[in-house]
């Protein structure tokens, strides 16, 4: 199974970036598939969860400004950010999950200037 990221880079306060993740090995519509980030020194954060047959749900520091869904043809995890902070900044990784086996990508840096 492997993850990888894209769509990361730079962008202002108050823009938009959507991050892709392509799966190869699994298929996205029979597990549960996350978001998360991690900054310098800190705990990694799931800021972003759709489990199957449930709807999405979000970090409250997100809620209402990042959106993740999955796309069966393209067998990849995608998260919409808009409104985006400089407390956004991190490395954002996909992480997909299925009978108690986890799989996370690389990540993607996301740098978001003030």
């Known amino acids: 199974v492997q993850l990888a990221e894209s769509g990361g880079g730079v962008v202002q306060a108050g823009g938009s970036l959507g991050l892709s993740c392509a799966v190869s090995?699994?298929?996205?519509?029979?597990?549960?598939v996350f978001w998360g980030r991690q900054e310098p020194g800190k705990e990694r954060e799931v800021v972003a969860t759709?489990?199957?047959?449930?709807?999405?749900t979000y970090a409250d520091s997100v809620k209402g400004r990042f959106t993740i869904s999955r796309d069966s043809a393209k067998n990849t995890i995608n998260l919409q950010m808009n409104s985006l902070k400089p407390e956004d900044t991190a490395i954002y990784s996909c992480?997909?999950?299925?009978?108690?086996?986890?799989?996370w990508g690389q990540g993607t840096q996301v740098t978001v200037s003030s």
């Open positions: 992480n997909a999950r299925k009978l108690g086996a986890a799989y």
């Open positions: 090995g699994l298929s996205v519509s029979s597990v549960d």
């Open positions: 759709l489990r199957r047959g449930s709807s999405a």
